[in-house]
């Protein structure tokens, strides 16, 4: 049985994934350095579901080069989701960010080439290595951005255009994936993912922005918006973008070196505010108020996954809809402590 490794295995994506794992009785190895805030709850609620003795837990950092060999060379699959994810903390600490994002995707990826096992190597990448592509015709409509002449949104020939220090983290590891599939045929395949969002998703102002305005709303805190709320992204659901890893790994030595735009595509797109709203207000049955601040360095007016690669190479669309992920998203956060529905009178 194949031995899976899961950097960041602790954190939203991770601790989805290690679940789905354990659930087919898959032994996992996750790898976390638990910095990140409430990811202690995530590595406890797993450890209820072990019920084979199939979870290994490895306290550690992908900056860690010695580290990282030794928790990956007996792995048969590697998904390597440790990451800064927040475009204003790499701007405020650029060197920890590249430590974190570039070198240790590098370690990773020298694990993997180092290992006799040929592990297969599934890349979180993100749609911010397109950069704020200003130079597609856009146009601003009453609730939101649309492009002009781009109905199925970017895809993959989209050229590269790092924009802040997190695009270029980021798009280091991911070009750095690409070039070890070519020149050293390590077994990788690079996912540039769109919003992901769902359970276990401790959403902040910086990261995670869908499950961070759910939870602000349930905590009844003021919303801020970050320009004019028209901005447009296209959200994935948890469950589908796992059920691309598991279609990646399953069909990994026809698709090796490839990559993927990994999103909701149009039929999954919103605006950050005008268009989510409405869903905010009927799900919490009142209405949500937003403060507005400044657009943020390196923010898109518009990103949408132009999925058509992934349904063509694996049969893989999106299965759950905007709608029904939201909904989902609402039931997770009234459970969480601190919701306005769990607050004693």
Same mark, same amino acid.
């Given at each position: 049985m194949a031995k899976h490794l899961v950097t960041g295995g602790a954190g939203f994506i991770g601790s989805n994934l290690v679940a789905r794992l354990l659930s087919r009785d898959e032994p996992v190895t996750i790898f976390d350095n638990l910095s990140r805030p409430g990811v202690e709850a995530n590595l406890q609620w797993l450890r209820t579901l072990d019920r084979g003795?199939?979870?290994?837990?490895?306290? /550690? =950092? &992908?900056?860690? $080069?010695?580290? &990282?060999? +030794?928790? !990956?060379? @007996? !792995? =048969?699959?590697?998904?390597?989701? $440790? +990451?800064?994810? +927040? &475009?204003?903390?790499? &701007? @405020?600490?650029?060197?920890?960010?590249? =430590?974190?994002? +570039?070198? /240790?995707?590098?370690n990773v990826l020298e694990a993997a080439r180092r290992s006799d096992r040929n592990p297969v190597f599934i890349y979180a990448s993100t749609n911010k290595v397109y950069g704020s592509m200003e130079g597609l015709d856009i146009e601003e409509q009453q609730t939101r951005y649309a492009y002009r002449d781009r109905p199925f949104g970017i895809d993959e020939a989209a050229p590269l255009d790092f924009h802040s220090p997190y695009g270029c983290s980021k798009g280091a590891g991911d070009q750095y994936t690409r070039d070890y599939a070519r020149i050293y045929g390590v077994r990788s395949v690079v996912a540039r993912q769109s919003c992901i969002f769902g359970p276990r998703q401790l959403g902040t102002e910086d990261q995670g922005w869908l499950a961070w305005f759910f939870i602000a709303a349930a905590q009844e805190r003021q919303l801020t918006v970050y320009g004019n709320g028209k901005q447009v992204r296209d959200i994935l659901y948890i469950d589908d973008l796992l059920d691309f890893y598991d279609l990646a790994v399953q069909n990994i030595d026809r698709i090796k070196g490839k990559i993927y735009n990994v999103g909701g595509g149009p039929e999954n797109s919103i605006s950050v505010w005008h268009e989510l709203k409405p869903h905010i207000d009927r799900l919490f049955q009142r209405q949500i108020s937003v403060d507005y601040a400044s657009w943020r360095p390196g923010d898109q007016s518009i990103y949408v996954s132009d999925i058509r690669r992934t349904g063509v190479d694996l049969g893989w669309l999106p299965k759950t809809d905007l709608h029904d992920g939201l909904a989902k998203l609402y039931d997770w956060v009234q459970e969480l402590p601190g919701s306005a529905s769990n607050v004693k009178p």
């Open positions: 003795s199939l979870l290994t837990f490895c306290e /550690g =950092d &992908v900056r860690d $080069a010695e580290a &990282v060999w +030794a928790v !990956s060379r @007996e !792995s =048969d699959v590697i998904y390597h989701l $440790a +990451a800064q994810t +927040a &475009v204003t903390t790499s &701007v @405020e600490n650029p060197r920890e960010d590249f =430590d974190i994002n +570039a070198l /240790g995707t590098f």
